[in-house]
């Protein structure tokens, strides 16, 4: 079965500096990869999602994110991070083996300081 | 409809009660999720429609929690003697299966249940 990992349930950096939020996964199949991000009090945005393509996905607002096979990792990131990047973000797997059911990460809050 | 659409928005009921929380898919699409966000967690899968086919009940946390979808369209979730740690928001979602299918999934605004 396929799942994911995010391995920081908490990041913090500094308005103006680099984003990284790290996601493993595993999958038996070739895996279908989305970032969504949730805003406080809001719905699910997807920010970006990986589909066999291109490893290296450039999604909204900046953000973007490379598919590694060999380390199974797709983690997001952002060159320069703003104080509205501050939100909880998701990393979400999906693959044919699991009928393409659709697994959460536990999700990374990311905390912008000015 | 346009987006998902999730009824009701709000819903507050007493311990012990039956609730029952409505989703309505994006038109077209056969695949229907419904997850649970606890304040501050992550989403919790619930249940997965796909299709005709038999859904997968696996992340249901007890007996007391049911789904199920008319027609491949409309699914509605029952929540059966509501616990006070039922207490969630409800999120809804759906996506488009076929040969070009990348999982991309459709959420809805929630339903926040609040069990007193």
């Known amino acids: 079965a396929q799942s994911v990992t995010q391995l920081d349930s908490h990041v913090s950096v500094s308005e103006g500096t680099p984003v990284l939020l790290r996601c493993n996964y595993s999958?038996?199949?070739?895996?279908?990869l989305f970032w969504y991000v949730q805003h406080p009090n809001k719905g699910l945005q997807l920010l970006l999602k990986y589909t066999s393509a291109a490893t290296l996905v450039k999604g909204i607002n900046g953000f973007e994110a490379e598919f590694k096979k060999s380390e199974t990792s797709f983690h997001l990131t952002k060159p320069s991070a703003h104080m509205s990047d501050a939100a909880e973000y998701f990393c979400?797997?999906?693959?044919?083996?699991?009928?393409?059911?659709?697994?959460f990460g536990a999700g990374t809050r990311l905390f912008v300081k000015a | 409809g346009a987006g998902v659409s999730q009824s009701p928005s709000n819903k507050v009921t007493e311990k012990g009660k039956d609730v029952e929380l409505r989703c309505d898919p994006i038109?077209?699409?056969?695949?229907l999720y419904w997850y649970r966000q606890s304040l501050g967690q992550g989403l919790e899968f619930l249940i997965y429609?796909?299709?005709?086919?038999?859904?997968?009940k696996s992340g249901l946390p007890s007996d007391r929690f049911s789904a199920e979808r008319t027609g491949g369209s409309v699914s509605t979730l029952t929540i059966q003697r509501t616990q006070q740690e039922d207490s969630a928001v409800y999120l809804c979602?759906?996506?488009?299966?076929?040969?070009?299918?990348?999982?991309?999934?459709?959420f809805g605004e929630g339903s926040r249940l609040t069990v007193l």
């Open positions: 999958s038996s199949y070739s895996p279908s």
């Open positions: 979602a759906s996506s488009l299966w076929g040969t070009a299918n990348t999982g991309e999934l459709f």
């Open positions: 038109s077209g699409h056969t695949a």
């Open positions: 979400v797997v999906s693959d044919l083996a699991g009928g393409f059911k659709t697994i």
């Open positions: 429609f796909q299709g005709n086919s038999a859904p997968d």
